[in-house]
């Protein structure tokens, strides 16, 4: 019979209770994972907020999922308009990922961006678009869990022959090999609650 694993001193073994919110999201920062903006066209208005929570879910059909805050401001107008594309960030795009993360400012003001043949906003330069039409949503706590139908894809994943890289978050901050990089600030998220989920 295997020995039961060993459990450590914060692991809250035995306490009966859930993590609270601070806790399970510092858990959470643990594990790595790219950024992406989500973006629409809400009665032809463009919208979108930065979103870690992305991954794709079937290959035939090809879905994808990505999870929203139920308080934000723009998810509710993204499910209006029924499509939606999913931009995924290169590591040298930081600058998109704070105007799209943060609840100050217009988040397309003075950024040049194209609606493509789906009709859904294209940020330019990003590594890959994602175009699809909401499929499903779910309720999960605070969020929602909204399934997508991949209507098309757009890479810019090679620049002048060479790989580009991602952008990485990873323990509230980006990158994985920037211990020293300032922890993302406290005001993104007031709008569309960019972080974990």
Do not use: Y
């Not at 809250?12 to 920062?29: I, K, Y």
């Not at 580009?164 to 007031?190: H, K, L, Q, T, Y």
């Amino acid at each position: 019979m295997p020995a039961e694993p060993a459990l450590s001193e914060d692991s809250g073994a035995g306490s009966g209770t859930a993590p609270d919110p601070a806790d399970f999201r510092t858990a959470m920062a643990e594990f790595a994972t790219g950024v992406t903006v989500v973006t629409a066209l809400d009665r032809g208005e463009p919208v979108g907020f930065a979103c870690q929570s992305f991954a794709s879910v079937s290959l035939e059909p090809p879905l994808i999922l990505f999870c929203a805050d139920r308080r934000g401001r723009s998810w509710p107008r993204i499910r209006a308009a029924g499509r939606f594309c999913v931009n995924v960030l290169a590591e040298e795009q930081r600058e998109l990922c704070e105007r799209f993360g943060s609840s100050r400012g217009a988040k397309f003001e003075g950024l040049e961006w194209d609606v493509s043949p789906w009709g859904t906003p294209s940020l330019r330069d990003v590594l890959l678009c994602v175009h699809a039409a909401v499929h499903d949503v779910h309720e999960a706590g605070d969020h929602e869990i909204v399934v997508g139908r991949v209507l098309g894809i757009e890479r810019h994943d090679v620049r002048d022959g060479a790989w580009r890289r991602p952008m990485v978050f990873f323990r509230s901050r980006f990158g994985i090999n920037e211990p020293d990089a300032p922890i993302a600030p406290d005001p993104w998220g007031i709008g569309d609650r960019w972080g974990w989920g």
